[in-house]
């Protein structure tokens, strides 16, 4: 049906359908950022789960590492900042940005500013990168690009969201009349960096496979490096976006248990979200000629620099 809605779109999508992109990539991005933050707000917010959830977030393996405990939590700043309020902020935060998001308010700010913040978990991560630690340390020994990767992928798809804008039924259109995409827009700039944002995911969980807390979708470490590459080519996207679709499905699927509660549920795949919204998009449109191997040794300027107009 998504496919029916955007139709055959091979290099230039006009208005309508990429207001339609942008909507689909817009609902999962912000759910990403609706159930994180409220899974984090409702605990923040608990008597019973404050402590652990403080405690997961300043251990020595948790996002808010020793650099940034003694920038936030001392000194002057620490006089006022406790790390539960700072908890507290930040799942608001969430919260409410990804309640925008999936509105269409104000897409095109959040966009760039969760485009870079995304890159902050890559650099708040801690990570064991020398020998000679002691061996019950908890902590991260892969490289923190790799155990991030999904974030990074996040990244990029916000910076497809950032150009093609707010998109159908968003508050941006309906309040200021503003945050539709161009009359014409060329996908090849935009279909390349949405492939590589989820071919990366998939490429760093095939070929680091069974590294610590490196994210495989299914134990098919040669699946995912064949799905990656495929995407990564710009050749059978569809074929490969499909195939993504339901491996993050299915990852998706195995994630659930009877025993714990929705939000836990929704928790445990937020992010797998927005790649089911991205897969589904590289499935309807595709993922344009900019970059394809067989379009460089064809034509290399029109594969570097987009078509030509005529």
């Known amino acids: ?13 006009e208005s309508a359908r990429a207001d339609m992109i942008a909507l689909v990539l817009r609902l999962g991005l912000g759910s990403v950022f609706v159930i994180g933050g409220w899974w984090k707000l409702s605990r923040a917010l608990s008597v019973d789960h404050a402590d652990a959830l403080v405690g997961r977030y300043i251990a020595s393996d948790g996002y808010i590492n020793t650099f940034f405990q003694d920038y936030l939590f001392t000194g002057d700043v620490g006089d006022v900042l406790t790390p539960l309020g700072f908890l507290m902020l930040l799942s608001a935060f969430e919260l409410i940005s990804g309640l925008a998001l999936m509105a269409g308010l104000f897409v095109r700010a959040l ?21 000679g630690y002691p061996g019950d340390l908890t902590s991260h020994f892969s490289p923190a690009l ?10 990029g798809m916000f910076l497809v969201l950032l150009h093609l804008g707010s998109g159908s ?24 960096l949405l492939r590589l944002s989820v071919a990366a995911v998939f490429l760093v969980g095939g070929f680091f496979a069974g590294y610590g ?43 659930f248990h009877l025993d714990v509660t929705v939000w836990n549920n929704l928790n445990a795949v937020k992010r797998e979200l927005a790649y089911l919204a991205a897969t589904a998009v590289l499935f309807a449109v595709g993922g344009g000629n900019a970059f394809r ?10 594969a570097l620099l987009g078509p030509k107009n005529t």
């Not at 049906?1 to 999508?13: N, Q």
């Not at 790799?146 to 990244?155: A, E």
């Not at 134990?219 to 993504?244: E, M, Q, T």
Request: charged share 10%; net charge positive.
């Open 146 to 155: 790799l155990v991030q990767i999904r974030d990074v992928g996040l990244s």
């Open 169 to 192: 039924g968003s508050l941006d259109g309906k309040l200021f009349a503003r945050g539709n995409a161009r009359p014409q827009v060329n996908w090849d700039n935009y279909g390349l």
């Open 213 to 255: 807390h490196i994210k495989s979708f299914v134990p098919i470490p040669i699946l995912l490096v064949l799905v990656g590459g495929l995407l990564a080519s710009g050749h059978l996207v569809r074929p490969a976006a499909f195939a993504a679709f339901l491996i993050v499905a299915w990852y998706c699927f195995g994630k």
């Open 111 to 131: 966009s760039f500013s969760y485009a870079f913040l995304m890159w902050s978990f890559v650099v708040a991560l801690p990570v064991v990168t020398a020998s």
């Open 1 to 13: 049906m998504f496919s029916k809605i955007l139709g055959d779109v091979p290099s230039d999508v």
């Open 293 to 302: 191997p067989s379009v460089l040794v064809r034509a290399p300027q029109e």
